[in-house]
């Protein structure tokens, strides 16, 4: 079972920052927070992942809470193209068995509007 | 990041028949996986390719229905065997390297539909 949880959908305007939450109230202290998107007709795509701290790269932001319970992903500028279901997973990327899985949820549906 | 394609991208089956899905990565990887994306669903993993030994099957899945073969760390094939309608989905391998910043990468899939 996927140990975070998400809402089904939102949407926001193009142009505007799109913030998509996730609730992971169960990670260890191993695991990591990573954000997939996947796009219609077309493979996952990896956006981002971090442990404790902020990141940020070419595509995203991702906000973790001190307590490591939940987390947001930024888009800062949405565009038509972020349409996609975006999936936040926690997994350990070093260890074998259970943690080290990449487990899906049902993702949250992000719909940029014009 | 590492490169994964897939063949075949979409094929169309009849029923009883089987068909095998082939997974290359531009680049040696320590894991790959396959996993299944029935219609209007999320992703489900099947199994852990493992180089050189039988694959891990996650529960629900079996060997005979999906056998799996990792001949080195660049390829993987997954089989469907003895196909029927419910097997109708997209299938797709994804890989990466055990520890480090541990991303996983996947193909663009394989649509399968069987008549």
């Known amino acids: 079972d996927a140990k975070t949880t998400q809402p089904p959908s939102m949407d926001c305007a193009e142009g505007r920052a799109a913030n998509l939450p996730c609730n992971h109230s169960?990670?260890?202290?191993?695991?990591?927070v990573y954000w997939y998107r996947q796009i219609h007709s077309q493979g996952p795509q990896y956006i981002i992942h971090?442990?404790?701290n902020n990141e940020t790269n070419e595509m995203a932001s991702l906000i973790i809470t001190e307590d490591r319970k939940s987390s947001t992903l930024i888009l800062p500028h949405a565009t038509l193209r972020d349409t996609a279901v975006y999936y936040c997973i926690v997994r350990s990327p070093t260890y074998t068995g259970a943690n080290s899985k990449l487990t899906f949820g049902k993702g949250i549906t992000l719909s940029v509007r014009p | 990041s590492a490169v994964i394609s897939q063949k075949p991208s979409r094929d169309i089956c009849q029923r009883g028949t089987s068909l095998t899905i082939q997974c290359q990565v531009d680049?040696?990887?320590?894991?790959m996986f396959w996993y299944r994306q029935q219609p209007g669903q999320s992703l489900t993993l099947i199994a852990t390719a493992n180089q050189g030994s039988e694959a891990t099957y996650e529960s629900g899945f079996v060997i005979d229905k999906f056998p799996i073969s990792r001949p080195n760390l660049t390829f993987s094939t997954l089989t469907v065997s003895n196909m029927s309608p419910e097997d109708s989905s997209i299938y797709l391998c994804?890989?990466?390297?055990?520890?480090?910043?541990?991303?996983?990468?996947f193909g663009e899939g394989s649509r399968l539909t069987v008549l």
């Open positions: 971090g442990l404790k």
């Open positions: 169960t990670i260890s202290g191993n695991e990591y």
């Open positions: 994804s890989a990466g390297d055990r520890g480090g910043t541990g991303e996983l990468f």
């Open positions: 680049s040696q990887v320590t894991m």
